[in-house]
């Protein structure tokens, strides 16, 4: 398995902007692809973003789309989930984690290895 550590995570006003990253350590990093998943009080854990293994391939949730960016640096091991213009809305604890494939998926129960999480609180 993988051992994710999130950090970046804050208040923050609406329309501002945070960059989320999570360092990885474990299995190889540069295998896999990755996932960010954000859960507010109450509700259930729901995708953000994936990279595939190579970076290549993004996925997004229309939520996040032309807002979010995510992206990796194998070298680091380190993704990233660079969040702009954010909304009240957006605000959760945010989870990165590890697929068990090399191709992004949205589906939580693809991924097997979660970080313990960052908190975003966006305020109107």
């Known amino acids: 398995q993988v051992q994710l550590v999130e950090s970046g995570g804050g208040p923050v006003q609406a329309g501002g902007s945070l960059r989320l990253s999570c360092a990885a350590s474990g299995r190889t990093f540069s295998s896999v692809a990755m996932g960010w998943f954000r859960q507010a009080p109450g509700k259930e854990r729901e995708f953000v973003a994936a990279i595939s293994r190579n970076g290549a391939m993004t996925v997004y949730a229309d939520s996040v789309k032309g807002r979010f960016t995510i992206s990796r640096d194998n070298a680091k091991n380190t993704v990233y989930l660079q969040m702009n213009s954010l909304k009240p809305e957006d605000t959760a604890v945010y989870y990165c984690?590890?697929?068990?494939?090399?191709?992004?998926?949205?589906?939580?129960?693809?991924?097997?290895?979660w970080g313990q999480g960052t908190q975003v609180t966006v305020s109107s």
């Open positions: 984690a590890a697929d068990r494939a090399i191709v992004p998926h949205t589906a939580h129960a693809f991924y097997d290895s």
